[in-house]
Nanobody
Framework: QVQLVESGGGLVQAGGSLRLSCAAS????????MGWFRQAPGKERVIVARINWSGGSTYYTDSVKGRFTISRDNAKKTVYLQMNSLKPEDTAVYYC?????????WGQGTQVTVSS
C-alpha cells in the first residue's frame, strides 16, 4: 500500500504562488500514475492534475491550465504541484493520490486559501 502526506498549503493573496508536496511511502510508488485533487466545503472532490509514472505525460483540468504544474521525483517518492497566479476559486483542501485513486491512500490533505 502507498501512504501519502500532503504539505505546503497556506494562506496566499490572489496572484500569489504556492508549491504543494506529496510525500509517499511504498516501494512501488514509481509504478503508479499520480494525481492532485481538491475539495471545497460542501462539494465533491475533483481532480486538478495528473502525471504518469515516468512524468512524461500530464493532464490538467481546464480551470488550472497554464497556472499549475504537476511534477514528480520518483527517487524522492514525491509529487509536486506548483500553483501560480492563484485565484480565490482555487481555495480548497488539496489531496494527492494514486491515479486511479486508492480509497486507502487518501491523506489529510493540505488547505489552500486564496484571499482577494
Amino acid at each position: 500500500q502507498v501512504q501519502l502526506v500532503e504539505s505546503g498549503g497556506g494562506l496566499v493573496q490572489a496572484g500569489g504562488s504556492l508549491r504543494l508536496s506529496c510525500a509517499a511511502s511504498g516501494r512501488t510508488f514509481s509504478t503508479y500514475a499520480m494525481g492532485w485533487f481538491r475539495q471545497a466545503p460542501g462539494k465533491e472532490r475533483v481532480i486538478v492534475a495528473r502525471i504518469n509514472w515516468s512524468g512524461g505525460s500530464t493532464y490538467y483540468t481546464d480551470s488550472v491550465k497554464g497556472r499549475f504544474t504537476i511534477s514528480r521525483d520518483n527517487a524522492k517518492k514525491t509529487v509536486y504541484l506548483q500553483m501560480n497566479s492563484l485565484k480565490p476559486e482555487d481555495t480548497a483542501v488539496y489531496y494527492c493520490n494514486l491515479d486511479p485513486p486508492s480509497v486507502n491512500s487518501w491523506g489529510q490533505g493540505t488547505q489552500v486559501t486564496v484571499s482577494s
